[in-house]
């Protein structure tokens, strides 16, 4: 069985482009021959199953500007597809080259799975504040997701949304167990040193966010509650770090924010350092499907503090003891009390950090890639009988 991945995002800074880059990783070490074939003129995985198609012209993503739509040749990612010959498609994600991708499958009479990832839908409420144009967004995922075989996602929260609001019904969609690189994300990675390379010197917890520095990530609201804390603990010495890239990111650095220190996009060693030597671990998204970076937090032993909606609550809440505190989305006096009271009680933190560090040796990305293997040659010997 040869599986083909197809899509938009690859060498960008997010929890999709991680999880398929692990997905081709994983593949190489496990002799499954697996593809990936992406049009992206960023930085590029070198990997012998990665097949990146230069872009004919790219603009940035509305509303998301750091993903580019990067548009192929319709006709050099069907001469890819004759060339690999695989017997199974994967669509990660609806862009351009998930869309190109739906229509050769149909073409060549090939079977489609696919992964809602992204809620596009919610972020184009988010940044609008157009409850039609959520709708519209809506219809939109539906149509796109309407042929594919089956639909995974990777929380269970959202196979509830997505047969609620884009009509992706039970029998069509799965689960794919989340998991993420228990090596590259581990408390081995400790090294407090790297707080400096990045401006934060000072001796008080450090308090990280990794992601999008965007209004769809909540990070105004994460600002705006960094303040309300600052001013109602005038002596603390805590200070916040985020990483990421995104257009908020340029327009804040430029205020006045109490100890706020943005570090633009870290990957690397660099990542795990800044996330294995952090005190806490703050995520106030109320879009996200899973929270990849969560993951990654509670793997390197952090204590997580989380929203009430989406994804990242069923992390951090995973096993028998909750990985940090799930408070209610968007409220400010709950995420200010979250703070003090993790801020004020290291042993609190740690004692969090301990439970969601324990959850994670459950959320191998080696389970997530057999899981999704076994589910694609499934796939494969139903639509053959």
């Not at 997010?14 to 190489?28: H, K, P, T």
């Not at 069509?172 to 707080?195: E, Y």
């Not at 793997?299 to 003891?321: E, F, M, T, Y």
């Amino acid at each position: 069985m040869r599986i083909c991945i197809f899509t938009d995002t690859l060498g960008d800074l997010n929890g999709v482009s991680r999880f398929i880059q692990d997905m081709g990783e994983q593949a190489l070490a496990n002799g499954i021959d697996l593809h990936i074939v992406a049009s992206t003129a960023k930085y590029c995985p070198d990997l012998p199953n990665v097949h990146n198609l230069p872009p004919r012209w790219r603009v940035p993503m509305p509303f998301y500007r750091e993903l580019d739509l990067a548009y192929p040749s319709a006709n050099a990612l069907e001469r890819v597809l004759r060339e690999l010959r695989p017997d199974i498609l994967h669509i990660s994600t609806p862009g351009p080259v998930g869309i190109i991708a739906k229509k050769l499958a149909a073409k060549h009479k090939l079977p489609v799975l696919g992964t809602y990832h992204t809620d596009f839908p919610a972020y184009i409420r988010d940044n609008t504040g157009m409850a039609w144009a959520k709708r519209a967004a809506d219809r939109a995922m539906q149509r796109f997701y309407l042929p594919f075989w089956r639909v995974f996602t990777r929380s269970a929260e959202y196979l509830d949304i997505m047969e609620r609001e884009i009509g992706i019904d039970r029998a069509r969609s799965a689960l794919l167990p989340p998991g993420t690189n228990r090596t590259r994300f581990h408390p081995s990675h400790k090294n407090t040193t790297v707080f400096a390379k990045y401006g934060v010197t000072g001796d008080g917890p450090k308090v990280l966010y990794v992601g999008r520095i965007s209004k769809e990530k909540n990070v105004p609201f994460l600002l705006d509650v960094w303040q309300r804390y600052k001013a109602c603990n005038p002596n603390s010495t805590a200070e916040l770090l985020l990483v990421g890239e995104g257009f908020l990111r340029h327009k804040r650095a430029n205020l006045a924010l109490d100890d706020v220190t943005f570090a633009g996009p870290v990957i690397g060693d660099d990542l795990s350092a800044l996330y294995a030597s952090s005190d806490l671990f703050v995520f106030p998204s109320v879009t996200d499907t899973l929270g990849q970076v969560v993951m990654e937090a509670q793997a390197s032993r952090v204590c997580c503090l989380v929203s009430d909606v989406g994804g990242p609550q069923s992390i951090v809440n995973h096993g028998g003891g909750p990985g940090g505190m799930v408070v209610r989305g968007n409220d400010d006096d709950a995420w200010v009390d979250a703070l003090e009271a993790l801020l004020e009680n290291a042993t609190l933190r740690q004692n969090f950090a301990r439970r969601g560090y324990e959850n994670m040796q459950h959320f191998d990305i080696k389970v997530s890639f057999t899981h999704f293997i076994e589910t694609h040659s499934d796939a494969l010997k139903r639509l053959h009988r």
